[in-house]
């Protein structure tokens, strides 16, 4: 099953490709390749024209761009890849399997940033949480970070300069005081700043933006039912990552 997930997650960004290709370009992707199957290969594009052979008792699931299925193949069995779908010549049918409509509309929306930004660390500090260019659902966010030592100053403040808290730590991980939260629909950036006894100093700094709630609303509506195909929370996982819903997405992956 984890050899299956990982396989599928690291095909997923192909489903965010423009339906229509050249006919030269890849229609798919071979998510599972179990027995003899020629000639496609574990991670493999498919191309359209291309003819697909499995022998017995083989089988592969291979992915189509443009008909946003996942084509379950089991030999014996001939197929041809073709630009919307993938037809059995000879064999058993195929068994295909959809994404939910919502998440593939949320998927192919222009403003999904499939590319997931690095975490980004200055010196030898390496903010953890939020990270950099984060959304964020809530307005009381916990940071963290990572570093040797342990007398660190950290600081958060609007895009435009102004201080909105700051305060010392010694655990690499901080909380706004109470009373303070941050207002949704905003930019800031968040700073921490370690001495070591000789008075060298070494920083990590971030941007991040609390989310409208319009925004985090029409993001968190996407979440799938709890008994909905794994395709589907893989899918809503991923539009999370690309939102740079990063807490809402980390813990979309715990519960996959």
């Not at 370690?194 to 925004?215: I, R, Y």
Request: charge should be negative; aromatic fraction near 6%; hydrophobic fraction near 45%.
């Amino acid at each position: 099953m984890m050899n299956r997930l990982a396989l599928f997650l690291f095909s997923l960004c192909c489903f965010l490709l423009p339906a229509h290709a050249a006919s030269d370009d890849p229609v798919g992707m071979v998510l599972d390749l179990r027995g003899d199957a020629a000639p496609l290969q574990l991670l493999g594009y498919v191309k359209a024209g291309q003819q697909i052979r499995l022998g017995p008792q083989a089988t592969a699931s291979v992915s189509h761009y443009a008909s946003r299925l996942v084509y379950q193949l089991t030999g014996p069995l001939q197929a041809q890849v073709e630009p919307n779908g993938i037809r059995v010549i000879k064999g058993a049918p195929a068994q295909t399997r959809s994404l939910a409509e919502k998440l593939v509309r949320a998927a192919v929306d222009p403003r999904l940033s499939p590319a997931a930004v690095k975490m980004r660390a200055l010196s030898d500090v390496t903010l953890k949480a939020p990270l950099n260019r984060a959304v964020l659902a809530g307005v009381r966010p916990q940071f963290s970070w990572m570093a040797e030592g342990g007398d660190y100053r950290v600081q958060v403040d609007e895009l435009d300069g102004k201080r909105i808290a700051s305060g010392n730590s010694e655990s690499g991980s901080w909380e706004l005081p109470e009373g303070v939260a941050l207002v949704p629909g905003t930019g800031y950036r968040w700073t921490v700043t370690q001495a070591d006894p000789e008075g060298e100093q070494a920083s990590g700094s971030a941007t991040f933006t609390v989310a409208s709630e319009a925004e985090r609303d029409a993001v968190l509506a996407l979440r799938p039912a709890p008994d909905a195909a794994i395709e589907d929370w893989v899918l809503y996982a991923a539009i999370l990552d690309g939102r740079r819903f990063d807490e809402e997405a980390r813990a979309a992956w715990r519960a996959i």
